[in-house]
């Protein structure tokens, strides 16, 4: 009886690692065969008030863009002379790496891939750092066609880099010089709702 038993006790046991064993792995295949996950959608939790998107706004697309901005040296309502911002371009990439809006200006024009566009109209600016563009928030014209764009709020830039000449002088002496510079930021687009 003894030699019974334990052959059940044992032929168990055996079992029942055998079914842990099936489903663990089939648990670990599903994993592995899931894709991964998105990144994490923008936060305004780091960023300066002045930039900060209104509540009752949620994000509907969010880029990153490689560009250049295109200066030119002449008289300014700030100053004597200095450096302004003539035409910007730059390709806005989504968040899987696919080219979907363009950018150009002014004045500050996105238009998307599905046909939407939408022009920005800046509402305030923080600073980013002596040689980088400032943070900005945009407030979005109606947009024409259907699409991404359709309906957008609000455009803010973020995680700038680049874009900024401070060596360069600009003076009456050089007056209509051209200067353009590479720049990166994040373009995130915000729908009321």
């Known amino acids: 009886m003894r030699s ?13 690692g055998t079914t842990f064993l099936i489903t663990g792995t089939a648990l670990i295949m599903a994993a592995c065969s899931s894709p991964p996950p998105l990144p994490k959608m923008h936060s ?10 209104p509540a009752g706004n949620s994000v509907a697309l969010e880029t990153r863009a490689t560009g250049i901005l295109n200066y030119e040296c002449k ?27 363009a950018y150009s200006g002014p004045p500050a024009t996105f238009k998307h891939i599905d046909g939407s566009s ?33 309906g957008i709020s609000f455009i803010q830039r973020v995680n700038t880099q680049g874009g900024v000449e401070k ?11 051209k200067l353009t510079l590479p720049y990166q930021a994040d373009y995130v687009f915000w729908r009321q709702g």
């Open 44 to 53: 305004q939790d780091r960023l300066p008030q002045a930039v900060m998107v």
């Open 118 to 150: 939408v022009v920005g109209t800046q509402i305030s600016v923080a600073p980013n750092g002596d040689y980088t563009l400032p943070l900005q928030l945009s407030r979005a014209e109606p947009s024409k066609g259907t699409g991404a764009l359709q």
């Open 75 to 101: 008289p300014t309502a700030a100053g004597p002379y200095g450096w302004v911002l003539v035409s910007p371009q730059a390709k806005l990439l989504d968040r899987t790496g696919k080219d979907v809006v």
């Open 4 to 16: 019974t038993n334990t052959h059940v006790r044992t032929a168990g046991k055996s079992l029942l």
């Open 167 to 177: 060596t360069k002088p600009c003076a009456a002496s050089n007056n209509g010089e």
